[in-house]
């Protein structure tokens, strides 16, 4: 059941895919969610669209129609068109949901990878908002991996956790440098951590602050911006 799939043809606007009548009946839509909507998934990342799969047109809602044995979607003048029209079995095309909890846990720990190339970035001496492209992009894979699929819930998830761990690695740079240089006087990390904001404000270096913040908040959306929309068209 590792790989239902049988053979793949792809067509002008169609590809069709092969998969062993799956027993018993009851399991047909279960098993037809779970090996399309991955593939569909896939498809919808590199931009492609659901459409009529004679004419191509996306405008419309697809009926499912049943022709010679086998299941097409098509735009409803297609549909109509054909000999001996009938709306297939209603078959749910929408992809089993995402396991939140595990998926949040999961962006949690990829953005922590994006957080530590924050840090070292920063350290480094170059603009540490590159940094905001990698957590975006590890955020949401950690979501994927963890909850099994990028659905909508599981974005908006991630945006939360990356946009809070992205504040919170910017101010830990920030408060790495002012600890490097008033550790000698007495103060701990976790205090300058907490009058970070005092600091940077007397010694001018708010500006700076934001300014690196916001380049890595700007990053950020170019780099999920693409997997946001195919996510929402997905699902
Ligand atoms: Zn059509």
Redesign the pocket.
């Known amino acids: 059941m590792d790989n239902p799939v049988s053979k793949i043809q792809t067509y002008m606007y169609m590809c069709v895919v092969w998969i062993p009548e799956p027993q018993p009946e009851p399991m047909i839509p279960d098993i037809l969610n779970r090996t399309i909507g991955p593939i569909i998934d896939h498809l919808a990342e590199y931009n492609y669209i659901s459409g ?1 799969d ?4 996306s405008s419309e809602v697809l009926n499912c129609c049943e022709i010679d044995g086998g299941y097409h979607f ?2 409803s ?2 549909a109509n068109a054909l000999p001996n029209y009938s709306q297939a079995v209603s078959i749910n095309t929408k992809p089993a949901k995402s396991n939140f909890i595990a998926g949040l846990v999961g962006a949690f720990f990829g953005s922590l990878i994006g957080c530590a190339a924050w840090i070292l970035i920063y350290k480094l001496g170059y603009i540490a908002g590159i940094a905001g492209a990698i957590t975006a992009i590890c955020s949401m894979k950690g979501y994927e991996l963890l909850g099994g699929r990028l659905d909508k819930k599981g974005v908006v998830g991630s945006v939360i956790i990356m946009l809070i761990m992205i504040f919170v690695a910017n101010k830990a740079a920030w408060t790495w440098d002012a600890y490097d240089s008033l550790k000698d006087y007495g103060w701990s990390f976790a205090e300058l951590f907490q009058e970070l904001n005092y600091i940077l404000e007397e010694s001018d270096l708010m500006g700076r602050y934001i300014a690196d913040l916001a380049i890595g908040y700007v990053l950020t959306a170019i780099a999920s911006f693409r997997t946001i929309i195919a996510a929402f068209h997905a699902s």
Request: net charge positive.
């Open positions: 009529c004679k004419c191509g047109n098509q735009c003048k297609c």
